[in-house]
């Protein structure tokens, strides 16, 4: 009997652990023998799982790993994975579907919608391809969790959400950016939801909302959490001191404004962020003793006034703290090293001063440390090896000497190491290489030097060395690293050898740069198909020679495509059209003998195409798909041997040049865990320029040095976003199109060493950005002019026109039209063109390779002239930096700290 009694003893302690291990969110299954599931529910479920496809790829779900949810009919239900049960009547009372690979559209007659007994469902983690939040949710009347985070929401959220009047927790966030909240639709769900306890609005747009009627929900919520919702307007101070009120989350609302109070806030509250909000903080030492609740504090990105950072330190109960983004300047505050607890510390571009304190590396919970984009200065103290619980050490952008501490590699458990962007030298620390759990290795852009170690670390996935002062070659153990999913090793100029073909067994690659180096050798023709992931490929700047790889598999992922700069030769692989998703192509500075490549105008996401300095011949014919080019934004073929007309209507498809984009952003692409920021080398405003960051707004059209004929088309007057516009050194003729005087964003314009011929246009005067003008070496004639731009340019923009007259010539015009005659000494035009094509062409960067006579009668003068062409020496390397700001893990419905 005993014995019995402490059986069943056992039993109730099994089931109880295992009822209270279940996790937030989620439903328990309930299993039993007997046919609880009544037949209508268990077809209702079949048809609901069945009215979905299978998704070509569980890539596009927002986690990982999804599972498919595997039902078998003429099983009871109850049994089903995700699917609870009432114990008494069988009915479906939970379903617990996140994660499940459901793709497709969520309609309003769905058979989920039979279900009327549930109380909890989640949905969550899936792709409903942007379905509208159907008005069928307010039939489920017993519901007390919703859960519909991270699943392609998008449209209004219905008012019907509001009849839902037992719901405890309703998550809508982390779904499309077009899903809105309206102010009608909020009211109601504040009225009708008078038990709701947990409020998830993340992401979702609330910019009608008026801030104070955030007072009128439940006062018995405990969690609020409204980041990234649009909000605009004063905050009441009252909603922090509701009494429930234990998590509130408004970050990067940077309309809201308002003060932190600092009395009678809520005793409850534990985790606070304000990040990026307007709302004022003052630190005062009254507000800081009603913080004694708070154990997760996030300041990030803030309006502080007044404030005493050392008051900080007198809330030791804080586990996390993030302060970055503030420019708070100063030194890091002695007092934080009193905060014991401490596990996340984020003090990241604050424009701190000085060494990195002693009081920091006492902290010894820390998890999580960053120290990135301030001004330290110093050594990395040994002593941070005391700080054994690192996950992540982030010290990146600062003014740090010396050498890396081999001691870091006693930090068994650190994920992230990222020292990039200081100014550290001597060798890398061989023992870096063989850190059991690290994934992130960043030294990149210092003064470290030797051959690269090794690589015992099988757990590496990114790995960044680029601008540093390594030699030798890669070591064949980085090709081991089955989980490689970065390698940046470019512009160490040292690295040398023949890139093997082994790298293409690294299958989960996303991003490969090795540019600006000494590679040589063939590019293995793998690198065009080994790995669907890849991002980037960018192999330019070293001494590559061969063919192009001719392999692009379909279903490719690539973005970034650059051979430039190297000795390739060949032609362009048509199979590039299967790289459908590819938004940057530079193959120039090549060896490249072949036409141009028409069967690019099917790539619908092309930015970027720079071909520029091979042998292309050819005319450009026009397009043969719709809105092919649609999205290009820098088009570079100069400095080959193109031929016809200008390719009229191809500008006419070119609608990002068209449309004016504000957008201060940079071209990049992104993954998981990093960014990559497209870099390119383009000849601006005549001289060869290094863009380490494109922004979005860059536009360029460059056909220069060519062989193109016919006149200057009208339609090029509607590439309104054009900041650069070269077409010199072609035999263009004719007049300068009026048109142009519409490119109001155009910075610089040559049209130099052409045939053209008549009036500078007076519409050109409304260029007021204009910065370069070069019409020299044409035939036009008459007064230059006046006003705005035109009178800053000097006499080099005009040189060899002999017919022009006007300021800043020394030649008047005739009562204001016409022109006076110039000099028509044979020196003096032999002087005058001298002196245009001199030191000072070279400094313009105005040469091509090769330049036939523009007229007639400029025959004889521009043949005994031909030594006036410049050898233009293109693309030695691409010289850019990348920053990697690397952030907390997502947390709460995808947000990141």
């Known amino acids: ?96 579907l996140g994660c499940s690979m459901l793709y497709g559209t969520l309609h309003s007659n769905s058979t989920l919608f039979s279900l009327h007994h549930l109380q909890k469902l989640d949905l969550s983690r899936n792709d409903f391809n942007r379905s509208v939040i159907s008005s069928s949710f307010g039939q489920f009347l017993h519901l007390t969790h919703l859960n519909l985070n991270s699943s392609n929401f998008a449209g209004q ?36 939801l008078t038990q709701l306890r947990e409020l998830y609005l993340g992401g979702v747009n609330m910019s009608l909302v008026v801030p104070s009627s955030l007072m009128n929900l439940s006062s018995s919520l405990s969690s609020l959490q409204l980041w990234r919702c649009g909000l605009k307007g004063e ?66 990105g803030c309006n ?56 920091l590396v006492k902290l010894t919970q820390l998890e999580w440390l960053d120290l990135s984009y301030n001004r330290l200065i110093g050594q990395i103290p040994f002593q941070i090896s005391r700080l054994s619980s690192l996950t992540a050490l982030l010290l990146s952008n600062n003014q740090l000497i010396g050498p890396i501490p081999s001691q870091i590699s006693r930090l068994s458990g650190l994920i992230i190491l990222d020292l990039s962007h200081n100014l550290l030298n001597g060798t890398i620390p061989s023992s870096l290489f063989s850190m059991p759990s690290l994934h992130f290795l960043l030294l ?29 070659q890669i070591p064949p153990s980085v090709f081991k690293l089955e989980h490689l999913r970065l390698l940046r090793l470019s512009s160490n100029d040292k690295l040398t050898g023949n890139i093997s073909s082994v790298i293409c067994e690294l299958k989960f690659l996303e991003i490969l740069d090795l540019s600006n180096n000494g590679f040589s050798g063939f590019i293995p023709q793998c690198l065009g198909n080994f790995s669907d992931g890849l991002l980037v490929l960018h192999l330019g700047g070293n001494n590559l020679h061969g063919n192009i790889p001719s392999i692009y598999s379909e279903g490719n992922d690539l973005r970034y495509l650059n051979f430039n700069g190297n000795q390739l030769n060949g032609v362009i692989p048509s199979s590039i059209i299967n790289c459908v998703n590819l938004e940057f192509l530079d193959l120039g500075n090549n060896m490249i003998d072949d036409t141009f490549p028409s069967f690019l105008e099917t790539l619908p996401k092309l930015k970027v195409v720079i071909l520029r300095s091979n042998k292309l011949h050819g005319s450009l014919k026009g397009p043969t798909v719709k ?90 007057g509607k590439l309104k976003s054009l900041k650069q516009l070269n077409l010199s050194h072609n035999s263009l003729i004719g007049f300068i199109q009026p048109s142009l005087g519409n490119l109001t964003n155009l910075e610089s314009l040559d049209l130099s060493s052409n045939l053209l011929a008549g009036r500078i246009p007076q519409e050109l005067v409304d260029l007021t950005f204009l910065q370069v003008l070069n019409l020299s070496y044409n035939q036009l004639e008459g007064p230059i002019p006046l006003g705005k731009q035109f009178n800053t340019f000097e006499n080099g923009s005009y040189e060899g026109n002999l017919g022009l007259c006007g300021f800043p010539l020394q030649v008047k015009c005739n009562k204001g039209e016409g022109q006076q005659p110039p000099p028509s000494n044979f020196e003096k035009e032999d002087s005058m063109f001298e002196e245009g094509f001199g030191w000072k062409a070279v400094t313009m960067g105005y040469g091509c390779g090769f330049v036939f006579g523009v007229s007639i009668g400029y025959v004889v003068f521009r043949a005994r002239k031909a030594a006036w062409f410049v050898n233009m020496v293109e693309d030695s390397a691409h010289q850019y930096g990348k920053r990697l700001r690397r952030k907390n893990a997502p947390r709460n419905g995808g947000r990141r700290y």
């Not at 009047?165 to 009708?192: G, H, T, Y």
């Not at 790995?463 to 030699?471: D, G, M, P, R």
């Open 1 to 96: 009997m005993m014995g019995s009694s402490l059986l069943l003893a056992q039993f109730l302690c099994l089931l109880l652990f295992h009822s209270h291990s279940q996790p937030a969110h989620s439903s328990s299954n309930f299993s039993s023998s007997v046919q609880l599931c009544p037949r209508d529910q268990s077809l209702a479920l079949l048809q609901f799982k069945n009215s979905f496809p299978m998704p070509s790829s569980p890539s596009t779900f927002p986690c990982y790993p999804p599972e498919k949810v595997l039902w078998k009919e003429g099983t009871d239900c109850c049994t089903w994975d995700g699917v609870t049960c009432n114990m008494k009547t069988g009915h479906v009372i939970g379903l617990d």
């Open 157 to 192: 959220v219905p008012p019907e959400i509001s009849h839902l009047s037992r719901l405890v927790s309703l998550d809508l966030s982390s779904n499309s950016e077009e899903l809105m909240l309206e102010p009608i639709s909020f009211n109601k769900l504040a009225q009708n």
């Open 235 to 300: 905050l009441p101070d009252n909603l922090f001191r509701r009494s429930n009120l234990q998590w509130l989350d408004l970050w990067s609302n940077e309309g809201l404004t308002g003060s932190f109070p600092q009395y009678n806030l809520s005793n409850a509250l534990s985790h606070l962020d304000l990040s990026y909000t307007r709302i004022s903080i003052h630190l005062e030492p009254d507000s800081i003793s009603h913080l004694k609740s708070v154990e997760e504090m996030y300041l990030s």
């Open 304 to 359: 502080f006034v007044g404030s005493n950072l050392d008051l900080l330190g007198n809330l030791t109960q804080l586990i996390e703290l993030g302060l970055k983004d503030n420019q708070l300047g100063g030194q890091i505050p002695f007092s934080l090293g009193k905060l014991k607890q401490l596990k996340y510390l984020h003090l990241g571009n604050n424009s701190f001063i000085g060494p990195i304190p002693d009081s």
């Open 444 to 472: 990149n852009n210092n003064l470290l030097y030797g051959q690269i170690s090794p690589f015992l670390c099988t757990s590496l996935q990114y790995i960044n060395l680029s601008f540093n002062k390594l030699y030798g």
């Open 627 to 716: 809105d092919s080019f649609s999205k290009l934004q820098i088009f570079d073929l100069s400095n080959n041997s193109l031929s016809g007309p200008l390719p009229t209507e191809y500008f006419n498809n070119f609608k990002a040049m068209m449309s004016i984009d504000q957008d201060m952003d940079y071209m990049r692409t992104k993954n998981e865990s990093t960014t990559y920021v497209f870099s390119v080398q383009l000849a601006w405003k005549g001289s060869k320029t290094v863009f380490p960051k494109i922004q979005i707004a860059l536009t360029t059209l460059d056909l220069s040095c060519n062989k193109f004929t016919g006149k200057i088309p009208e339609s090029l």
